[in-house]
């Protein structure tokens, strides 16, 4: 038996398997043993009882038993991850079996209920366990630093009302991930495995270089306008995929997105009352699946929220707007307040899918309704490769690194 990397102090899952008597008469198992007994890092269940060992057990006549195993892994110095090996030995007439234990342990940091005050600056050492919450202070700044990863438990929101600065770097080792902390099969392909990131109101000069932020319930929500010309948040070359309800929701705040990928979310991108955008070279591509209906369109933009409408700019250029599956006909909304004269959508050479144009906005070099033709896209599988192939109806020559294999 196999397990996924397990933080060390932090149990794994529980696995199992049957012992089975096929016989039609009893079969008397003379010992179930773990090898390292007490002091292993595996416990077993045997037939009901917590032991690390079990003798003379009589399985009735086509019956069978179960044997649980967890395993729990000591800290060590050791920062790399490591294998932590065990077996199980099973006698019975005479005969021998070998049950193999396998786990692979790392050590981490963890942090609960973490509070950044001031500056921090987290370096990829080891990973980052997050329980509780991860709070960036008003006026703090936490770095991270290229091929940082943060493993977020259920429970963990990311909160900012600082600055948060992500320095990944393009290879794939080198993006700083943000994961939920369930590593297991099926868990680890489970969208709203941890709540989000939330950039609030006082945050600002934020900027998330070759991010990659998966399985979150929302993926990045962003409140609020910043004094300046910056925008509140930049995002280069990150990825967000297999998000439950938004990968990224706007209300009234600036973004910039250059080369970036949003996948498989329940919406891919909203955009609510007002505010500044630029999204470049980027792809919005959503696949029903049965982890993500796909129900609601991939982009929406409305100059209001909450009653309140806000001067818009947008401005979309080169982008693939794209979706599969569902009954949605227009992956392209808008809205315009009818007492709001400061509204301008501009989509520049853009591919998207659309049965109805979107009102109140300038479009220009559109590819409608025709296959951006990815490079591989297998759901089943849950391998998406949003590379273009030759054949694709490209808007313009794009720099992409949009590819994702989970």
Not at 133 to 161: K, W
Request: glycine share 6%; aromatic share 10%; hydrophobic share 40%.
């Amino acid at each position: 038996m196999k397990y996924d990397t397990v933080f060390a102090s932090v149990g794994s899952v529980t696995q199992s398997f049957k012992i089975i008597n096929e016989n039609n008469q009893k079969l008397r198992v003379s010992l179930v043993e773990l090898a390292g007994l007490n002091n292993s890092n595996y416990t077993l269940n045997i037939d009901g009882v917590a032991t690390p060992s079990a003798s003379n057990i009589e399985i009735a006549a086509n019956d069978s038993i179960y044997v649980f195993a967890q395993v729990k892994i000591d800290p060590s110095t050791a920062d790399l991850p490591f294998i932590v090996r065990d077996s199980i030995r099973i006698t019975y007439n005479g005969n021998e079996k070998w049950v193999q234990l396998e786990a692979w342990g790392q050590n981490a940091h963890f942090l609960r209920g973490h509070e950044v005050v001031g500056s921090e600056t987290w370096v990829n050492d080891k990973p980052y366990v997050i329980l509780d919450y991860l709070y960036v202070a008003e006026n703090s700044t936490l770095t991270l630093q290229q091929g940082c990863r943060l493993y977020m438990h259920a429970n963990a929101p990311i909160f900012v009302d600082g600055t948060l600065e992500v320095n990944g770097a393009v290879d794939s080792i080198d993006r700083v991930y943000f994961l939920g902390d369930r590593l297991d099969l099926p868990y680890r392909n489970y969208p709203a495995s941890w709540p989000g990131i939330f950039f609030r109101v006082t945050s600002s000069n934020n900027v998330m270089n070759y991010a990659v932020i998966r399985n979150a319930y929302q993926g990045i929500i962003v409140e609020g306008m910043q004094a300046g010309p910056n925008p509140k948040l930049t995002l280069d070359a990150c990825i967000l995929d297999n998000i439950y309800d938004v990968g990224i929701w706007a209300v009234s705040t600036s973004i910039t997105a250059r080369n970036c990928l949003i996948s498989n979310c329940g919406r891919n991108m909203v955009i609510e009352g007002g505010g500044n955008y630029n999204v470049t070279h980027s792809t919005l591509a959503t696949y029903s699946s049965t982890y993500i209906d796909h129900k609601d369109p991939v982009l929406s933009i409305s100059d209001v929220y909450a009653g309140v409408a806000g001067a818009l700019s947008a401005q979309f250029v080169n982008n693939i707007i794209w979706a599969e599956g569902g009954l949605v006909e227009n992956e392209v909304v808008t809205y315009k307040s009818p007492i709001n004269n400061n509204f301008s959508v501009i989509f520049d050479h853009n591919l998207w899918k659309v049965t109805t144009a979107p009102a109140n906005v300038t479009a220009s070099g559109i590819i409608n309704n025709q296959s951006p033709a990815f490079e591989n896209i297998d759901i089943n599988r849950r391998s998406y490769n949003f590379r273009l192939k030759e054949s694709s109806p490209r808007v313009r020559p794009v720099r992409q690194q949009q590819s994702l294999r989970i």
